[in-house]
């Protein structure tokens, strides 16, 4: 896997540092930049240089400081918009909740918001503020909205905040945020020319025309799958359960809530996928017969037959040869992660599959964060701390592309996949 290595190396990074006790974490964050060979330039807001001085900035730089856009002369006043065009990537670090909010409205009000609005680059952005404000609806929105226009938010982390109280709310570590940085480099691209299939969601099975058999399952993991995986350039097709959060914009969205609809979507779009995620929490039972009329109050006890539905990804996985995608399923599993994830990747004929631990403390469901294994034949290919899901679907794009290469026999960055493939 390519960690980044010499990825930075003459790339264009502008580093928008707003108003935030974390400022200070910005001058580590700009000094591992540039150690990596990156070009970095600083922008701050007015309040961010009563945290930090400017001068602090321009000598690990050694380039100006923009701090106040309506201060330059002539030759500088178009300095923020010749650097919005020439930054390769934008990081905002610390954001304050006062950014996120003028970001989101496309307000500009200083060096930081005017190279923001102005650029095309991708933007990372890293929180930081007291718990109360991350928490709090509108900030909340302003990062939703921030996603869906495409930003990648490096989430806050637990801990003692500027306060003393402890909560989340502190900026990631500069290291988290490098990798970041370094991960947006190293993989832009990379499934370019690629149709991938993600399924998400959990299914919902009728018994009368308002009560169905259900699951947890929230649908964040696979969206997180699907939106890693069209940011890295492939076309993505999301078949999408029940799910509780909206799906990504620019993938294909197939609605498909029962496991019958889930069924007949993914046996239709898989011959059409390179690669095929079944991330969905698909019902093994369905009730034998969903009552027409509602179900009435009787006194009586209610029996409910249920039969088994069919395994999807093991048909996808018995398809031939030249129709086949690569195929990686994941195991819900209470107990026994290995032993069962080993199992079900054998019997299900899978390429690879994605462990994740359900109920107890570490429960995966509905969470925003998630600790997996990927199993492959040959055991055990990772070890990841519990991360934010976009984090984890990242990691799993860099290790499904590698493995997804290997098995078509082609080279690091040849990826014309179906063509190579069926030719
Ligand atoms: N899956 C499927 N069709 C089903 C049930 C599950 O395609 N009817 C897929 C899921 O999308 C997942 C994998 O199979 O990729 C494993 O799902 P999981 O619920 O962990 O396992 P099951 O096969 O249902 O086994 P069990 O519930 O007994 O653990």
Same mark, same amino acid.
């Not at 370019?192 to 969601?201: D, F, Y």
């Not at 029962?258 to 390179?274: F, N, Y």
């Not at 006890?301 to 093991?314: F, R, S």
């Given at each position: 896997?390519?960690?980044?290595?010499? #990825?930075?190396?003459?790339?264009?990074?502008?580093?928008?540092?707003?108003? &935030?006790?974390?400022?200070?974490?910005?001058?580590?964050?700009?000094?591992?930049? &540039?150690?990596?060979?990156?070009?970095?330039?600083?922008?701050?807001?007015?309040?961010?240089?009563?945290?930090?001085?400017?001068?602090?900035?321009?000598?690990?730089?050694?380039?100006?400081?923009?701090?106040?856009?309506?201060?330059?002369?002539?030759?500088?006043? /178009?300095?923020?918009?010749?650097?919005?065009?020439?930054?390769?990537?934008?990081?905002?670090?610390?954001?304050?909740?006062?950014? @996120?909010? !003028?970001? $989101?409205?496309?307000?500009?009000?200083?060096?930081?918001?005017?190279?923001?609005?102005?650029?095309?680059?991708?933007?990372?952005?890293?929180?930081?503020?007291?718990?109360? =404000?991350?928490?709090?609806?509108?900030?909340?929105?302003?990062?939703?909205?921030?996603?869906?226009?495409?930003?990648?938010?490096?989430?806050?982390?637990?801990?003692?905040?500027?306060?003393? @109280?402890?909560?989340?709310?502190?900026?990631?570590?500069?290291?988290?945020?490098?990798?970041?940085?370094?991960?947006?480099?190293?993989?832009?691209?990379?499934?370019?020319?690629?149709?991938?299939?993600?399924?998400?969601?959990?299914?919902?099975?009728?018994?009368?025309?308002?009560?169905?058999?259900?699951?947890?399952?929230?649908?964040? =993991?696979?969206?997180?799958?699907?939106?890693?995986?069209?940011?890295?350039?492939?076309?993505?097709?999301?078949?999408?359960?029940?799910?509780?959060?909206?799906?990504?914009?620019?993938?294909?969205?197939?609605?498909?809530?029962?496991?019958?609809?889930?069924?007949? &979507?993914?046996?239709?779009?898989?011959? !059409?996928?390179? /690669?095929?995620? =079944?991330? #969905?929490?698909?019902?093994?039972?369905?009730?034998?017969?969903?009552?027409?009329?509602?179900?009435?109050?009787?006194?009586?006890?209610?029996? /409910?037959?249920?039969?088994?539905?069919?395994?999807?990804?093991?048909?996808?996985?018995?398809?031939?040869?030249?129709?086949?995608?690569?195929?990686?399923?994941?195991?819900?599993?209470?107990?026994? @992660?290995?032993?069962?994830?080993?199992?079900?990747?054998?019997?299900?004929? @899978?390429?690879?599959?994605?462990?994740?631990?359900?109920?107890?403390?570490?429960? $995966?469901?509905?969470?925003?964060?998630?600790?997996?294994?990927?199993?492959? $034949?040959?055991?055990?290919?990772?070890?990841?701390?519990?991360?934010?899901?976009?984090?984890?679907?990242?990691?799993?794009?860099?290790? /499904?592309?590698?493995?997804?290469?290997?098995?078509?026999?082609?080279?690091?960055?040849?990826?014309?996949?179906?063509?190579?493939?069926? &030719?």
């Amino acid at each position: 896997m390519m960690e980044g290595a010499g #990825a930075l190396a003459g790339r264009r990074i502008v580093v928008g540092v707003s108003g &935030s006790i974390a400022a200070y974490k910005a001058v580590t964050l700009v000094r591992l930049l &540039s150690e990596r060979g990156a070009v970095v330039d600083v922008a701050m807001t007015a309040a961010a240089t009563r945290f930090v001085g400017p001068l602090t900035f321009a000598s690990l730089t050694h380039r100006p400081v923009l701090d106040n856009v309506f201060e330059l002369d002539a030759d500088q006043q /178009i300095a923020h918009i010749e650097l919005a065009e020439a930054a390769d990537a934008i990081v905002l670090a610390p954001a304050t909740a006062n950014l @996120l909010g !003028q970001l $989101a409205a496309g307000l500009v009000s200083d060096a930081v918001t005017a190279i923001a609005c102005a650029s095309r680059a991708p933007v990372i952005v890293a929180p930081a503020m007291d718990a109360g =404000m991350w928490t709090n609806p509108a900030t909340q929105r302003n990062v939703a909205t921030l996603r869906d226009f495409g930003y990648l938010i490096v989430e806050p982390e637990v801990g003692t905040l500027a306060s003393g @109280l402890t909560g989340v709310g502190r900026l990631a570590e500069p290291p988290t945020i490098l990798d970041a940085v370094e991960r947006l480099f190293a993989r832009a691209g990379d499934l370019e020319g690629l149709h991938v299939v993600v399924s998400a969601g959990g299914t919902r099975e009728p018994l009368d025309p308002v009560r169905f058999i259900g699951n947890r399952s929230s649908g964040k =993991m696979g969206a997180a799958i699907a939106e890693a995986a069209r940011d890295r350039g492939a076309s993505v097709t999301l078949i999408a359960g029940a799910m509780s959060v909206t799906p990504p914009r620019g993938v294909t969205v197939v609605d498909a809530t029962t496991a019958a609809a889930m069924r007949e &979507s993914v046996l239709r779009a898989a011959p !059409q996928a390179d /690669i095929l995620v =079944m991330a #969905a929490a698909i019902a093994d039972f369905a009730p034998a017969r969903a009552s027409q009329h509602k179900i009435k109050r009787s006194g009586a006890n209610l029996q /409910i037959e249920l039969v088994p539905n069919p395994d999807i990804v093991a048909e996808v996985g018995e398809m031939p040869d030249d129709v086949r995608p690569f195929l990686i399923g994941f195991a819900a599993e209470s107990d026994d @992660l290995e032993t069962n994830a080993a199992a079900k990747l054998r019997d299900k004929g @899978l390429d690879l599959i994605v462990g994740n631990v359900v109920g107890g403390p570490f429960d $995966a469901i509905g969470s925003d964060e998630n600790k997996v294994t990927v199993f492959a $034949a040959e055991g055990a290919l990772s070890d990841w701390p519990m991360l934010p899901k976009r984090q984890v679907a990242e990691r799993l794009w860099d290790l /499904i592309a590698d493995r997804y290469r290997h098995a078509r026999g082609m080279a690091e960055g040849a990826e014309t996949g179906r063509g190579r493939r069926r &030719s």
